[in-house]
Structure formats: C-alpha cells, structure tokens
C-alpha cells in the first residue's frame, strides 16, 4: 500500500511538472522555464500535460507560438523535438508556427536545429505555404535560402506556395518564389495556376508579375474556366484589362457553355462588359 501510494504521489508530481512546463512555454518565460528544467532533472520536455486538452501541442511548440528564441533553446538543449507536430487538426510543427506568425529569427532558429522544412501539416501546408500566405517574405527567403524549402511543394489539394501568395496577393513573397525558380503555370484542376487565383480575388500587383513573368493567360480550371472569366466574375476591371492587354482569348467557353462576356453580364460587372465589347 504504501508503495503504491508513493507511486500516485510520483506521477501527480510528474504530472503538475508537465503542466509547469506547459505554462512557462506558453508565456514564453525563459527564467521559469530554466529554473523548472534545473529542478526537475528527468523531466521529459517532450511530453504532453495529460490534464490539458486533448490537441495539446508540445512545449517547444508553445515557445515558437511565444516567439521566445530563449525558451527555445533551453528545450532543445534539454533534447525537445524539433519535428513534432501538434495533435491539433491543423498537426502543425513549430517551424510552420514560427513561419506563420513571422518570426524570422525562431525560423532561423529552429532550421539550424535541423527541423524539417518541407514538413507539412494535416492537410498538406508546408512552412513554406504557410509564410507566403500570411506574406512573411523575409521567412520565406530564411526557408528557401537556408533551409533549402522545396519552392513548388504543394498542399493536398494542389496549391503551391506561388498560388497562396498570388490569391492573397502577397507581391513580395510571389516576387521572391518566381526568382527562386517556382513554376508560374502550376496548375490545381479545381484551384487553377497562380495566374488563375489572382484573377479570382482581384489581386492586380500579383497578376501583373505572373505575366511578366511568362505565365499563362489562358490556362483554365478543371470546369474549362479561365483567367478572364475568373476576373469577370469577381468584376476586376484592372485583371480584365491586363488580360487583354496579354492577348488572352475572349471567346473560349468553358463546360458551361459560358464565355467571359457571358460571365461579366451574369455577375453585372458592366464595366468588364464595356471592356470586353471593346476589344
């Protein structure tokens, strides 16, 4: 009896160590978290507050969501994973965090801790995807440069890294993915190329450096969809009228039997009506 009560009494005290742990990593206090780490010797920094939520990330991810480089370090000097990901729908690891959330000295941090770079989330969203979309261009160039983030790697649906920046029109980030080689016509049939997503969301800076960069006009999603008609839709005079003025094609239909026009005039877009009439 008294071993077994001995026991109890070692897990409850392992199980409220965790939960410091948790707490400091959390407020990204670097001194708690020290002085716990020097107190509690054997304490598995990996390991997850059993009392808390059952998505519960690790600690380290906790310090990265923090951006407290110094809390970062002690856990990885004590042997925390750089790798785990968040038991959280998204399954996000602390580089996808950092990256997100654009702290670029965490990214650069964390990269020479060798995480992952190209490790992606639960549905397929690399670190990479994650700082063009939100327009983290300096953590962008940290994970391409010195990580040696693979440029084009797409998410489950197909979406690259270009394609994110492009629909959110993130200029900087679509400017830095283009010079580093991603593909301007990549193409998710449901999503469309990059082109297709700036015409989409109305995002004319994006547009503007795709075509100058080569990319196609009339490149058309899985239901025959085109740029233009994607412009039209969404009544983007600026998009219509650099599309014309790259020569892309006015007449195609697509499986609807639907022309740009047709598209301007059903979304009562009558300035890219007038556009299209005139060209």
């Known amino acids: 009896a008294a071993a077994l009560k001995e026991a109890g009494a070692d897990r409850a005290a392992r ?15 670097a001194r708690q978290l020290s002085q716990l780490l020097a107190s509690c010797p054997s304490l598995d920094v990996n390991a997850v507050d059993a009392g808390a939520k059952s998505d519960e990330p690790t600690a380290l991810w906790h ?8 809390a970062i370090a002690l856990l990885i000097e004590r042997g925390a994973r750089v790798n785990v990901a968040g038991n959280d729908p998204k399954g996000s690891t602390p ?40 327009g983290e261009r300096d953590c962008a160039a940290a994970l391409l440069d ?25 200029l900087d ?5 283009l010079e580093r080689g991603a593909d301007a016509d990549a193409c998710s049939g449901r999503f469309g190329t990059p082109l297709f997503a700036s015409c989409e969301h109305g995002k004319v800076d994006t547009l503007a450096a795709l075509i100058a960069q080569g990319a196609s006009v009339n490149k058309a999603i899985d239901t025959g969809r085109t740029p233009l008609h994607a412009a039209c839709t969404k009544g983007s005079a600026g998009c219509v009228r650099q599309l014309l003025a790259a020569k892309a094609s006015v007449d195609v239909a697509c499986s609807a039997n639907m022309t740009p026009l047709h598209a301007a005039c059903e979304a009562g877009k009558a300035a890219c009506v007038r556009m299209l009439l005139a060209s």
């Open 173 to 177: 980030c679509a400017a830095l993915l």
């Open 15 to 29: 199980a409220q160590a965790i939960r410091k742990l948790r707490e400091a990593a959390q407020a990204g206090n």
């Open 146 to 170: 010195e990580g040696h983030a693979l440029v084009d790697n797409p998410a489950d649906d197909g979406r690259t890294p270009l394609w994110s920046a492009a629909a959110f029109g993130r």
């Open 63 to 70: 310090a990265a969501n923090a951006r407290s480089g110094r």
């Open 95 to 134: 580089l996808y965090v950092a990256a997100l959330r654009g702290c670029l000295s965490i990214v650069q941090q964390l990269i020479a801790a060798r995480a992952d770079v190209d490790r992606a989330s639960a549905t397929g969203i690399t670190p990479l995807y994650a700082a063009a979309e939100f």
